[in-house]
């Protein structure tokens, strides 16, 4: 085989390496571009819920919130995720950060409703329960507590636990217990947002990265907390 030839050869394959990585890449962030644009339209239907005083009344002194667009039951019997959602933190000027994209999943998940999928907004109470999701995973009920928050007008924000969980399926604003639960970071979704690989603390503690597609949700969770 002459050089030439051998050349050409090397050179289509690292080509056609280069073009089946592409579909995977692109599916990645419009995974990514979705989850934020969901996430926003999932906390802006909760939060205006009457039933969810209490969510309403979390989020003025939460340090985070974790949201999740839909949550599959099926999922856990199937031994995949539960669901991809993102974690936004307040910083000392009151201001949010970038989402950071986690998975949330577990082999009982306690799903305390009829139905298949929910939509999941977890509010973080504390520090401690946004410093333990620097890590890789985080096991809730075990690395940190958690409780359903409580639903109904009047309902006050009164839970101490690190997280508290509210959730809406099919239309019902309901109690949900998502003990046991394991959070992870996304890292192939944070990888496609921002354009490079980047930790949960570069995105929101360091927040040395930003997406200007990212802005609706900030708003959206900057008005919640207010």
Same mark, same amino acid.
Do not use: C, H
């Given at each position: 085989m002459t050089l030439q030839r051998r050349t050409l050869l090397i050179s289509g394959a690292a080509l056609g390496c280069v073009m089946s990585m592409q579909p995977a890449l692109a599916s990645d962030a419009?995974?990514? !571009?979705g989850t934020v644009d969901k996430a926003r339209v999932?906390?802006?239907?909760?939060? +205006?819920? +009457?039933?969810?005083?209490?969510? !309403?009344?979390?989020?003025?002194?939460?340090?985070?919130?974790?949201?999740?667009?839909?949550?599959?039951k099926a999922g856990f019997f199937l031994g995949g995720s539960g669901g991809t959602g993102v974690?936004?933190? !307040?910083?000392?000027?009151?201001?949010?950060?970038?989402?950071?994209?986690?998975?949330?999943?577990?082999?009982?998940?306690?799903?305390?409703?009829?139905?298949?999928?929910?939509?999941?907004?977890?509010?973080?109470?504390?520090?401690?329960?946004?410093?333990?999701?620097?890590?890789?995973?985080?096991?809730?009920?075990g690395d940190a507590s958690v409780a359903a928050g409580p639903v109904g007008v009047g309902q006050?924000?009164?839970?101490?636990?690190?997280?508290?969980?509210?959730?809406?399926?099919?239309g019902a604003f309901i109690g949900m217990?998502?003990?046991?639960?394991?959070?992870?970071?996304?890292?192939?979704?944070? +990888?496609?947002?921002?354009?490079?690989?980047?930790t949960p603390i570069d995105i929101v503690v360091k927040r040395t990265v930003s997406n200007?597609?990212?802005a609706a949700l900030r708003s959206a969770v900057a008005q919640a907390s207010k």
């Open positions: 419009d995974d990514a !571009r999932t906390l802006n239907e909760m939060v +205006k819920a +009457k039933d969810f005083d209490a969510l !309403r009344a979390g989020l003025k002194s939460a340090k985070g919130v974790l949201i999740f667009p839909q949550v599959l974690l936004l933190v !307040r910083g000392a000027d009151n201001a949010w950060s970038e989402p950071a994209f986690y998975t949330m999943g577990a082999v009982s998940f306690g799903l305390q409703f009829g139905g298949q999928a929910a939509e999941v907004v977890i509010v973080i109470n504390n520090q401690k329960g946004v410093d333990q999701l620097m890590t890789s995973s985080l096991k809730l009920g006050a924000a009164n839970v101490t636990a690190d997280f508290v969980s509210y959730a809406k399926a099919k217990s998502v003990e046991g639960s394991v959070l992870d970071v996304r890292e192939s979704l944070n +990888k496609a947002y921002y354009g490079k690989s980047v200007k597609q990212s």
